[in-house]
């Protein structure tokens, strides 16, 4: 079949369109990898917005609840001071009141040592204690016989004082009557200076 235009002729000519070519595959394909791709990549950006919202947040309690432990570790070791300063503190007193027993036990001690005929006239503790001991009587006797049972008294029969040695025995004239002073060193056993 033979077609004829019966419209009149405008001057112009018309030309034919060509129908559109076809879209190479590999450019759709390149497209739609760029898009998935665009999708994957926002869908990763969120992931990993959302991840850092949670470590910023966990972040954050982490922090409050390490500054509690740190006020709390504060009143630990201020605690454990004080333990440490009472305990000091009991020490001190423990061996204060085993000092303090000391002067009453020696001077116990001496009393029942003591015989009759025997006077002391000074108890002390000598700077020099190194030499004669830790404890120092002098006093008086009438005899010598009763200075040797005072001091055999010390040395035999007492178990508080060890190391009892004569330091000095000398004859006094006093009214009508002779004296004789003597001076005793000796340690107290268990006590240190």
Wanted: net charge positive.
């Amino acid at each position: 079949m033979i077609k004829i235009n019966l419209l009149p002729y405008d001057g112009k000519s018309k030309k034919r369109k060509k129908p559109p070519a076809a879209i190479p595959i590999a450019y759709a394909a390149a497209v739609l990898v760029f898009v998935f791709s665009l999708i994957g990549a926002g869908l990763y950006f969120k992931f990993l917005s959302d991840n850092v919202i949670m470590k910023q947040r966990e972040k954050t309690e982490k922090t409050k609840a390490l500054a509690d432990l740190k006020e709390k570790t504060k009143g630990v070791t201020a605690l454990e001071a004080q333990i440490k300063t009472i305990n000091e503190n009991k020490a001190v007193i423990e061996q204060l009141r085993a000092n303090q027993s000391i002067p009453v036990r020696v001077l116990d001690e001496i009393c029942k040592r003591l015989p009759d005929r025997v006077w002391l006239t000074n108890v002390k503790l000598p700077s020099d204690s190194q030499k004669y001991g830790i404890l120092e009587l002098t006093g008086n006797v009438e005899n010598n016989f009763d200075y040797v049972s005072f001091f055999e008294n010390l040395r035999n029969n007492s178990k508080l004082f060890t190391d009892v040695t004569t330091i000095s025995s000398e004859s006094r004239a006093s009214d009508k009557r002779s004296l004789y002073e003597f001076r005793v060193g000796m340690n107290i056993a268990g006590y240190k200076r």
